[in-house]
């Protein structure tokens, strides 16, 4: 299996691709248009901003390449903020892959931001391919201010508020946390995204273009 790992700029891309060989499924590091689009798993690591990381995409030629992936591809942190259709972070268009904007947590006197550290997750449907092997009892390391809706999460996370721990959408996957950093539960995720079938995809989207 050729799996891609999207060359972001991101510090966690080392460990993602040691992740990954750990389950012996040897990845490349690539930001090449052609190489990601015939890579049969696709994954999307991000640390940082999501404005600075759009720009970088962009500046790569990379927004209408991923947008058009028809294979499984997984948002990593922040790249599953990239999937959705806004982020606050600042106040920047992103892949509108996802319907929905990315908030700021909601800040409290007993809450710190970053949500930093480990959590677990409450499976919203545990007969989707994702969460097979997993239950409530898994635990998954975090580091992020900013977070998605709802509604289309898997599995949801709790820092003040419930949040989208996973998402799916047609081929589009993700996870707030880094699997890469959860130990086994990680490497089981990633596994099971490995495996994951292509499923069919929208037959449109409505992209907005990038600002």
């Known amino acids: 299996?050729?799996?891609?790992?999207?060359?972001?700029?991101?510090?966690?891309?080392?460990?993602?691709?040691?992740?990954?060989?750990?389950?012996?499924?040897?990845?490349?590091?690539?930001?090449?248009?052609?190489?990601?689009?015939?890579?049969?798993?696709?994954?999307?690591?991000?640390?940082?901003?999501?404005?600075?990381?759009?720009?970088?995409?962009?500046?790569a030629g990379l927004i209408d390449v991923i947008r058009a992936l028809q294979q499984p591809v997984m948002g990593i942190c922040l790249g599953l903020q990239l999937l959705y259709e806004h982020s606050e972070e600042g106040d920047c268009e992103c892949l509108g892959l996802i319907p929905g904007q990315v908030k700021h947590l909601k800040a409290g006197p007993a809450l710190r931001l970053p949500h930093m550290g480990w959590n677990q997750l409450d499976w919203r449907d545990a007969d989707d391919p994702l969460a097979r092997g997993l239950d409530s009892e898994d635990w998954f390391y975090f580091v992020h201010s900013f977070a998605a809706p709802l509604d289309h999460a898997v599995a949801v996370s709790h820092h003040g508020q419930a949040f989208a721990a996973v998402v799916r959408r047609d081929n589009f996957s993700a996870c707030q946390f880094h699997p890469e950093k959860s130990a086994a539960a990680g490497q089981h995720l990633l596994a099971n995204f490995l495996a994951l079938d292509v499923p069919a995809r929208r037959a449109s989207a409505d992209f907005r273009s990038l600002t």
């Open 1 to 59: 299996m050729s799996i891609a790992v999207i060359d972001s700029g991101g510090a966690n891309l080392g460990s993602v691709l040691h992740a990954l060989g750990r389950l012996e499924a040897p990845a490349f590091l690539t930001s090449d248009p052609d190489r990601i689009r015939s890579a049969e798993r696709v994954l999307l690591p991000g640390v940082g901003s999501a404005r600075s990381a759009m720009q970088a995409l962009d500046q």
